[in-house]
């Protein structure tokens, strides 16, 4: 290494160094005078020398990289979101829960909810690689350039870390920063920010990293994700991620029981409006790592945690009036429309009522002072009426018995609350909100296609129902507004790389009522191609795993319209996958058909998750817990012995992972 690499290297090491002391640290071991000269050193020798260019340099904290389009990123590892509990019976019930699937004593780590933009970090030979905003827990945006502004972010790790992981967390924006940028846009003569958590996220989509970079922002981690991290429990991880250079809040405690949980709750119930940041909760989690996985997840979060919301912030306004809204599946909800009120850092003006039964639960009506709370401190709700307020003229809510966009009749089946708009073809709102899904990313994911464009599109009288999509032109879209010509061959780009999705996608894009990601994956694995599914009768679909009676018939009936038979005959003119590909159906069998298996201990030729998969691949069900139901159990080390117990009293046979990969040959 010569000299001058030397140097720009010995400088690097430096000032990564003084970064850490003060962002994360804070404890400053340099001053700010001198911290800055030597950037501007090794700016100059990196100038001077760009052979000896580091993407991960302490200079490109700057920023400076402009971002038109962040790319969507698959997170190699999904980010779950977590259940929420509102009382501490919520807790003591998800503890009882968590007791009946794993063995032994359980430990809880406990730590404070920030609320600010999620995001997962990925480093590989401790250099920061990617950077991914949550997204839909499935794919985010890469905002890497953005995210390397932040200077509590390492760059480059230090120690023992592990050769290539996740470390999910969430960036913040300090109250102290966040006033300081207000005040400097009220001097300016700019509308002041609303509040920190929604200013956080929104800088992370700046397009300009320099601008990012005067932002305050700060990244706070709290979940290692990966294999052969090194590490057994969550406590331990967090400890792990400080010595590796990252900013691990200090507040977490282990508690031995739930008890000491609730005091942690407690504590910080009180203590929380002294924090530098924003936070509106605790989040518990299990802290053995193979518990955790003992454990596993729903279909949306980890049963392994829970967060615990502190009680929500509540005011009193004036409601205004009161209007409906068609989603589009037809349901109608109402909005009390407000006098604006700040709450919880917002100003809301705006709440939903549910449906008639809770406008008349609540008798509440027009010109009436009613309570808003914002629920889990995210959702607006009315809570009551103030009474003593209420104007003497004031009149019951009567709702409304036409829909509000085509004046159609409404409907209101027998054990329903909403009502219902039951002109499919016809309502507007339904037709665009229809398409919407469709082209939505857990669906189609039609890049270049958004919302507003599909309203126009409707408006237009370009599209009536989502396979229109497939013979729109860049000549139709080209003089719709805010389009120009890369922007019109991008959509049309993005309609025809969307016949690629997979057919479980394109069933759940259909829209069809109550047939969500997972129900729609059960059907198509089940069925293996649309004919199939439409094909069905009730009692076939019945009898089809998870599937109930209400979900049955939804598909019945949307199969028995023909417009829908239509449009899908359309789709599969325009090469729409609507049937498994040979890849999938390769490798799926009927060999555990009917088999119940339950999946315990720790495993060695292949992963927990990868082992439920193969259980799934080949006609089996997952079971979470023990029963006179399961079929076997495949048993890895430190299998818990009341497991073990439980197994030999209902006579449920114990196999290795080696002698199940056999069965499976």
């Not at 690689?129 to 997204?135: E, I, M, Q, S, Y």
């Not at 001097?187 to 956080?200: C, K, S």
């Not at 507004?481 to 759940?508: P, T, W, Y």
């Not at 089809?544 to 949307?558: C, L, Q, Y």
Request: glycine share 6%; proline share 3%; net charge negative.
């Amino acid at each position: 290494m010569n000299s001058i690499e030397q140097q720009i290297k010995n400088l690097r090491d430096e000032l990564r160094n003084h970064n850490h002391n003060y962002y994360v640290l804070d404890v400053p071991s340099i001053t700010d005078y001198d911290f800055d000269t030597k950037l501007k050193q090794l700016q100059e020798l990196e100038i001077k020398h760009p052979e000896f260019y580091d993407a991960n340099s302490p200079t490109q904290r700057v920023g400076g990289a402009v971002t038109k389009n962040f790319e969507t990123t698959v997170h190699e590892h999904r980010m779950y979101s977590l259940d929420n509990s509102y009382s501490r019976e919520d807790l003591q019930d998800w503890e009882t829960r968590i007791k009946k699937l794993v063995d032994g004593d359980v430990q809880y780590a406990c730590e404070l909810k920030y609320d600010g933009a999620s995001i997962s970090l990925t480093y590989e030979k401790g250099l920061l690689v990617k950077a991914v905003t949550r997204g839909d827990g499935f794919q985010g945006d890469n905002v890497t350039a953005n995210i390397k502004t932040i200077k509590s972010v390492p760059l480059q790790l230090k120690g023992d870390y592990p050769d290539k992981f996740d470390i999910r967390g969430e960036i913040v924006l300090p109250f102290d920063g966040f006033n300081k940028m207000n005040e400097e846009r009220i001097e300016l003569g700019e509308e002041p920010y609303r509040n920190p958590r929604n200013t956080a996220s929104g800088s992370l989509k700046l397009q300009d990293s320099a601008e990012v970079a005067k932002r305050p922002l700060e990244c706070l981690l709290y979940n290692l994700t990966g294999a052969n991290l090194g590490v057994n429990t969550q406590y331990e991880s967090l400890d792990k991620a400080r010595q590796w250079g990252f900013k691990v809040p200090d507040a977490a405690k282990l508690a031995l029981s739930i008890d000491e949980v609730l005091e942690f709750v407690d504590y910080w119930d009180i203590h929380r409006h002294n924090l530098p940041y924003e936070t509106d909760g605790v989040v518990i989690k299990v802290n053995n790592l193979q518990q955790q996985e003992e454990l596993g997840y729903t279909a949306k979060a980890p049963r392994w945690a829970m967060a615990y919301k502190f009680k929500a912030e509540r005011v009193s306004t004036k409601l205004k009036s009161i209007t409906y809204q068609v989603g589009r599946t037809g349901a109608i909800t109402p909005v009390a429309n407000l006098e604006p009120v700040e709450l919880a850092g917002t100003t809301v003006k705006r709440a939903s009522l549910h449906n008639a039964d809770q406008i008349e639960k609540l008798d509440v009506r027009v010109d009436d002072i009613v309570y808003v709370e914002k629920g889990g401190e995210i959702i607006p709700k009315i809570l009551g009426v103030d009474l003593n307020l209420r104007p003497a003229s004031s009149e019951i809510t009567n709702y409304i018995t036409e829909c509000p966009e085509c004046h159609t009749k409404l409907v209101r089946k027998e054990g329903e609350a909403q009502h219902y708009c039951p002109n499919y073809m016809g309502c507007n709102p339904q037709v665009i909100g229809r398409i919407q899904h469709f082209i939505s990313r857990k669906a189609m994911d039609i890049d270049g296609l958004g919302g507003e464009t599909v309203a126009l599109l409707v408006n237009e009288g370009l599209i009536s129902n989502y396979s229109d999509l497939y013979e729109l032109s860049k000549e139709q879209v080209m003089p719709l507004d805010r389009m120009a010509e890369k922007s019109a061959e991008n959509l049309i780009n993005g309609i025809e790389h969307s016949k690629n999705i997979l057919f479980q996608r394109v069933l759940f894009a259909l829209g069809i009522r109550y047939v969500g990601e997972t129900v729609a994956k059960k059907l198509a694995k089940h069925y293996k191609n649309i004919d199939a599914i439409a094909q069905a009768t009730l009692e076939d679909l019945v009898n089809v795993d998870e599937i109930g009676v209400k979900i049955a018939e939804s598909v019945v009936d949307f199969f028995d319209s023909e417009e829908n038979g239509l449009i899908i005959n359309r789709l599969k003119g325009f090469g729409v996958q609507l049937e498994l590909s040979a890849d999938v159906l390769l490798v799926q069998t009927e060999l555990l058909k009917g088999d119940i298996v339950v999946v315990t201990g720790v495993f060695e030729s292949v992963s927990r998750s990868e082992l439920k998969k193969l259980i799934e691949d080949n006609g089996g069900k997952v079971g979470s817990s023990i029963s006179s139901k399961t079929s076997y159990i495949v048993a890895g080390s430190n299998m818990g012995p009341s497991k073990k117990a439980k197994a030999e009293k209902l006579d449920i046979s114990i196999i290795s992972e080696d002698e199940f990969l056999r069965k499976l040959k």
